[in-house]
């Protein structure tokens, strides 16, 4: 009786048996790489706004505080994106007539709100608060990245749950004195000097760092 | 599918009844299928959901797959789409106090019926999303009732008339206002044929721009109309007193209270301060020695009130009046007896007689909305007589602003319409076309005014044949100030500017009388500074207090003398035998009122108190008559009343007098809008005026046709014994274990701790093979006193708001799909023609080893450090195990896209704080995980200081009229929760499964006279 299948069918199984593992592999690593890139995250990525605001020039140069805009980020959820109002504090003395300023100045003439595109946003299952987290010592440049060297503004980090988990399994990691949440230009000790004061805090300010689900999701 | 669940005609009262006999009336039950142990009843018990209810009729499990595959390979790519763009669109010039995120709250009241109720509204920037009652008001003291409760989904009614509409075309609020000015001009030299018709009306800034118009226009009339008011309340006083009067009743001081068919604690002026006040006089703190008020109630119709009474008898509508009379005989009001009521037993009405004279000046007779003004008199004339006048009961002047018989002022509206005599009829939020009695004809008479005016919020049956339909602002939206059932004067104030052009009743009177129309705002803020002593700042002054706490303060009406008058006997109908022939009662629905609240869905779908009926009204009928008359549940019949005639389905109500029929209005709309299109049937088509709540003479004929009802009694049953019940349970308990521990003030006193046995004792702590969770923090944990609630639904309705739960419809409630988080399982006990009811709030119970959490295969139903089963919706895909494995039967899961997602104007009332869910996730109660949430943080951002008890409401618990919901942290001994945890009455359900629930129950406690039998 003659052999059903060839001989070449020894190296055909074997390569396809290799090669669908291999496609699996490399299909999954695919995935990955789309899920972490930027494309897909937004992290590290500027978008289009009405106005082309710095943050570099006003929280870095000029060194205002991040409150003085966002006021609510001690008390609320929401940290709070100014009203056109808080605009024009300064720019109605100052680069009165910046052509760049226009749609700020039209938003006051007319009553009509500037519509700011989201830079980070969160899904909608997720109830993120700010005020507490800021009392328990985490810092805007901790979420927020270098901020205060954004001439545009992006995401710093994914924001993705493995992310928010980073922190809420070690805080101390990442933990710094309250006196240096809103300090833009703040660098944590190194090494080990950050997790010692980081546990030294974690116990000073009680932080609990919950990592059940309905802390966040509800 | 529907033959299925209709199993109706196997229903067979007698043996029903020679059943419950045989067990001599200590079984449980929960409805007529069970007793008979229909097909459908053993389908609900032994499923979660009926048979099919998880499958597409016509199509098979194999169909799905294959139409699924697709889809199904596709949603696993669906996590895997990028997040949407979101836009940030900050204000221009901030508004003051607004902080985003955070909600603010404002005090304004609401009118039920005329009356005021006090509010506390919850705004996020600039949006009311949740009802609350305002603590400070004396209307509710912090408590609500339905209607409150699913008003403001009333608000965002994507139904709601949207513009003003002239002859059926869009028009404006401009056109409209110079058209109006066009009339003011001519009324100024002929204002006969003006006519202007209202519902019932306390506001006195409204009552005083109605006596200014009348006084500019001389030959105008203003007529008053108010479907679900009842006129006997008022002429009740006037025959008593010889003048309309305002009784208000002091239930906290009230030791014996006797009901003659008044629902006090649910219906009527005041009734949910009525509610909490009954409520603390049933509270047993005191251990044995407190003291309990007694509570007798005579009525057609099983409701609230009649279900928390201690004595309760089922009697005809028509029979309360000879009821009443020969009461009054027992307690020294002479007054000839009029025709016997066998249904209470002679001996029984000596004993309340005795009862009550041992309790002179502590003790309340009180007469409901819907019996005839004799009634109302005799009442009062009895608490004069046991000398409660003054002291249980007051009386104030009207809190009316021109106190009339309404059902004689719409006659002669009608009178006038039809020969001719108005040619300029203004309608202000009523819909007397709907709500008139039939014999009115009002929709004929209407089209006889040349002119006619109609603002309401929708287009309804009498908008559509208006040539002027002008949007009425809700009260969310608009200036206005009321009465409350106490003569206090409590202030409306806007949330939110008018979202359709919205008209308030007092811009739309200012356009037809003043040179310069005024809004609302100036009209109440100048009404009220000429009114009092303050002017100028200090009345500012006043006006932002007034304004700030919801009332102001002072302004209840003192009590007033009301000195019976001798002859009042007089005026009595003569006393006459019990009429023959069948008798209907009309009642406004326990949810949706006389109409107002038709398309509403929220309120369509709360199940009713005792008959737990959604989506419909029923004709309601004993089962003994039903039986007499050869009907069966589910049938559908023809009604005819003096020649009139309504269609209807039969349902059959164990505790409902015999020989009377019940029927609800607020159905059958033809212009309601699109959820109320297609409930229930108008009973409006059966009543005439000079009997509007009760007519003898109705014949009942079969159609041959069935109707099928969404009722959920028999749905989400915890524990039914389907193993060897049904045949001959006589010898057996219906549930293996108490589900409801019931005892008397005698019990309780003799032994404290009747409500213990083995197999609901909370401490019990079986083995487990999981280890024992440690709570170093909080714990959070619920207490629900069974002897304060009175199955109203208010928490059930809250909770709705609260948490964004889905409305379902009808046909997916018949499929035991609704979506509440909170249900009240009711029970009976006893005899069908007049069972003690028992209600028992059902929310999850939070089990310290949840059955749920163990079976979830991807971990999306988890424990939290506090000890909630946490829910989430993100991770959950769909396998239902944790409903399964629930032996609560708790958890509700979405088979469909039941949340609203297209309809822009629903967004509105959404709570930001709670995921709205989607099609195929499980979502259950949370203990309102998003207020522990808020409290968590606020306290700890606070200086990481201590949550204070009472810190933390649920939403049930601060919806609760009667404080029967208590929430807090059982880790602290203090608190309120843990002391009531702590009582001796305190019981867990099913605790021999060794869930050990979080959700505790208090045991009810009667407090039945030791002299009646029962």
């Known amino acids: ?152 503004t992006y995401r710093a980090g994914t924001l993705y749950m493995s992310w928010c988990l980073d922190c809420h399994r070690q805080p101390e990691k990442y933990i710094r004195p309250r006196s240096e949440v809103f300090n833009a230009f703040y660098t944590p000790p190194s090494g080990n000097q950050q997790l010692e004061l980081g546990r030294q805090l974690v116990k000073e300010y009680k932080v609990a760092a919950p990592q059940y689900c309905s802390a966040c999701h509800r | 599918m529907s033959e299925e669940i209709t199993s109706r005609n196997s229903i067979d009262i007698e043996a029903i009844r020679l059943k419950l006999e045989r067990d001599g009336g200590k079984r449980m039950w929960r409805g007529l299928q069970e007793l008979s142990d229909t097909p459908q009843f053993r389908d609900a018990a032994e499923h979660e959901f009926p048979e099919g209810a998880d499958s597409n009729s016509g199509i098979n499990r194999r169909d799905v797959m294959k139409l699924m595959a697709a889809s199904a390979a596709m949603a696993g790519l669906s996590a895997c789409t990028k997040l949407p763009t979101e836009k940030i669109v900050p204000y221009v010039r901030p508004p003051e106090e607004i902080v985003p995120g955070r909600p603010l709250f404002y005090a304004t009241s609401m009118h039920q019926a005329g009356v005021a109720v006090g509010l506390l509204m919850e705004s996020h920037m600039g949006r009311p999303t949740k009802v609350e009652g305002n603590p400070e008001h004396p209307g509710s003291q912090g408590g609500t009732d339905v209607f409150a409760q699913g008003s403001i989904l009333n608000l965002y009614d994507p139904d709601r008339l949207r513009s003003v509409v002239f002859e059926s075309t869009m028009s404006d609020r401009s056109t409209f206002a110079s058209s109006m000015g066009n009339a003011r001009v001519n009324f100024e030299t002929k204002s006969a044929g003006l006519r202007i018709l209202t519902g019932t009306v306390t506001s006195p800034t409204l009552g005083a721009q109605l006596k200014k118009l009348l006084a500019k226009y001389p030959e105008a009339k203003w007529h008053q109309y108010e479907p679900s008011g009842g006129d006997s309340v008022r002429e009740g006083t006037r025959m008593a007193f010889g003048k309309p009067m305002n009784p208000v009743y002091n239930f906290e001081q009230a030791d014996v209270i006797v009901s003659l068919d008044a629902d006090f604690l ?63 005989a027992a307690v020294g009001v002479s007054v000839p007896a009029g025709a016997g009521t066998s249904a209470v037993p002679a001996d029984a009405i000596d004993a309340m007689g005795r009862d009550l004279t041992a309790h002179r000046g502590s003790s309340i007779v009180i007469a409901g909305e819907y019996q005839p003004p004799f009634v109302h008199a005799l009442a009062h004339a009895m608490n004069a007589a046991l000398g409660n006048t003054g002291k249980t009961v007051t009386y104030t002047e009207s809190i009316e602003a021109e106190p009339v018989n309404q059902m004689d002022s719409l006659r002669d509206l009608v009178n006038d319409l039809n020969a001719g005599k108005v040619s300029f009829l203004v309608i202000l939020g009523v819909n007397p076309v709907y709500t008139a009695p039939a014999d009115l004809n009002f929709a004929s008479a209407i089209m006889k005014a040349q002119t006619r005016i109609y603002s ?27 009465r409350a059932y106490d003569g206090t004067v409590s202030i409306t104030q806007p949330l939110i500017a008018p979202l359709y052009e919205g008209h308030s009743a007092h811009e739309i009177l200012s356009l037809l009388m003043d040179d310069v129309p005024q809004s609302a705002h100036d009209l109440v803020h100048t009404y009220w500074e000429s009114q009092g002593p303050e002017k100028g700042r200090a009345y500012e002054a006043f006006w932002e207090t ?140 059966l009543r005439s005026s000079t009997t509007p709540w009760i007519a003898t003479g109705l014949q009942i004929k079969k159609t041959g046709d069935t109707y099928t009802f969404a009722t959920v009694q028999h749905q989400y049953a915890i524990d039914p014994d389907t193993q060897g019940g049904g045949q001959d349970f006589a010898s057996e308990t219906a549930f293996r274990r ?40 909080y714990a959070w944990g619920m207490s629900i006193d069974l002897n304060r609630c009175i199955g109203c639904n208010a928490c059930v309705t809250a909770c709705v708001s609260e948490n964004n739960i889905a409305v379902v419809g009808k046909d997916q409630v018949i499929r035991a799909r609704s979506m509440h988080w ?28 949840a059955p749920c959490e163990y079976v979830c295969p991807v971990g999306a139903t988890t424990h939290s450090p506090e000890g909630l089963n946490d829910m989430t919706y993100n991770r959950c895909v769909g396998t239902r195990y944790c409903s399964n494995n629930c032996p609560y039967k708790v958890r509700r899961f979405n088979f469909y896209l039941f949340s609203d997602y297209t309809t822009p104007s629903l967004y509105g009332v959404r709570n930001p704080n709670v995921t709205v869910r989607s099609r195929g996730v499980m979502e259950k109660c949370t203990y309102c995980v998003q207020r522990i949430n808020a409290a968590k943080i606020r306290s700890e951002v606070e200086n990481n200081r201590l949550i204070a008890d009472g810190e933390i409401v649920t939403a ?59």
């Open chain 1, 1 to 152: 009786m003659p052999q059903i299948f060839h001989r070449s069918s020894n190296f055909l199984s074997r390569a396809s048996i290799i090669g669908a593992v291999v496609l699996l592999g490399l299909l999954t690593l695919a995935l990955w790489e789309i899920t972490m890139s930027p494309w897909y995250t937004n992290q590290n990525l500027t978008v289009q706004q009405p106005v082309p605001f710095s943050h570099r020039h006003h929280a870095g140069e000029l060194g205002i505080d991040c409150r003085y805009c966002h006021t609510s980020v001690e008390k609320s959820s929401f940290a709070g994106l100014p009203p056109t109002q808080t605009c024009m504090t300064c720019h109605s003395q100052i680069w009165t007539n910046a052509e760049m300023l226009e749609p700020v100045r039209a938003s006051y003439r007319t009553g009509q709100s500037l519509s700011w595109t989201r830079v980070n946003a969160l899904p909608d299952f997720v109830y993120f608060d700010h005020s507490i987290h800021v009392a328990k010592g985490v810092g805007c440049t901790t979420c927020h990245g270098p901020i205060a060297d954004m001439a545009l």
């Open chain 2, 266 to 328: 649910t219906t009527g002026a005041g009734h949910t301060r009525y509610a909490r006040d009954f409520a603390r006089r049933r509270d047993l703190a005191e251990g044995p020695g407190s003291k309990l008020n007694r509570l007798y109630v005579v009525e057609p119709m099983p409701t609230s009130t009649g279900s928390v009474a201690d004595h309760r008898w089922a009697l005809r509508a028509s029979d309360v009046e000879g009821f009443a009379r020969q009461l009054g």
């Open chain 2, 456 to 482: 309401g919020q929708l287009s309804d049956e009498t908008g559509q044949i208006c040539n002027w339909q002008a949007p009425a602002a809700h009260y969310l939206e608009s200036w206005t100030d009321g």
């Open chain 2, 546 to 685: 007034s304004l700030h706490d919801g009332i102001m303060s002072g302004t209840a009406l003192p009590a007033a003398s009301a000195t019976l008058r001798s002859d009042f006997v007089q005026q009595a109908p003569s006393a006459q035998t019990a009429p023959s022939g069948l008798e209907i009662t009309f009642r406004p629905d326990p949810t949706i009122g006389d109409g107002e609240y038709s398309n509403n869905g929220w309120l369509q779908e709360t199940p009713k108190t005792v008959t737990r009926l959604t989506w419909d009204n029923a004709v309601m009928i004993s089962p003994a008559t039903a039986h007499q008359l050869g009907l069966a549940d589910g049938d559908y019949v023809t009604l005819q009343l003096n020649g009139r005639e309504a269609k209807g389905g039969v349902m059959l109500v164990p505790g409902h007098a015999d020989n009377t029929v019940t029927v609800h209005l607020g159905y059958g709309r033809s212009h309601g809008g699109k959820v109320a299109a297609g409930a229930g049937f108008n009973a409006n088509l």
């Open chain 2, 738 to 777: 108490d589900l409801v521990q019931i005892g008397t003030l005698d019990d309780f006193k003799k032994n404290p701790e009747f409500a213990q046995n083995e197999s609901n004792q909370v401490e019990y702590h079986g083995p487990s093979l999981y280890p024992n969770f440690k709570y170093d923090g």
């Open chain 2, 822 to 849: 909170i249900r009240i399982d009711t029970y009976f006990r006893g005899g069908l023609d007049n069972p003690e009811t028992y209600f028992e709030p059902l929310p999850c119970m939070q089990c310290e080893n």
């Open chain 2, 956 to 1014: 049930c618990q601060q919806a609760c009229p009667t404080e029967a919901i208590v929430f807090g942290d059982i880790n602290n001994p203090n608190s309120r929760v843990a002391k009531l945890k702590a009582q001796t009455r305190n019981y867990g359900l099913l605790t021999d499964l060794n869930t050990r629930p979080r959700t505790t129950y208090l045991a009810r406690v009667r407090n039945p006279n030791p002299e009646i039998r029962a």
